[in-house]
C-alpha cells in the first residue's frame, strides 16, 4: 500500500457549526464518530503496512474506493 491510500481524518466542525441546542445527533457526535472509525481504520491501515497486506477499511466499503 502506498501512502495515499492512508484512511482520510474527518474534518473537525467548527465551534459556529454546532447550534447548541442539544440536537441528536449533533455535528460533534458525528465528529466523534468519525473521528473513532478513523483512528480505527488507520490502526488496521498500520498493521496491514507491517504485514504488508491490503487493509479492508470501513472507508472503502462505504464509498467504493479508498481515500
Do not use: F
Amino acid at each position: 500500500m502506498t501512502p495515499q491510500n492512508t484512511p482520510t481524518p474527518p474534518r473537525k466542525p467548527e465551534p459556529h457549526e454546532c447550534c447548541g441546542t442539544g440536537c441528536i445527533p449533533c455535528v460533534m457526535d458525528i465528529y466523534e464518530e468519525e473521528l473513532w472509525q478513523y483512528e480505527k481504520d488507520l490502526k488496521a491501515w498500520h498493521l496491514a503496512q507491517a504485514a504488508n497486506l491490503p487493509a479492508a477499511t470501513t472507508q472503502t466499503a462505504k464509498t467504493g474506493a479508498a481515500s
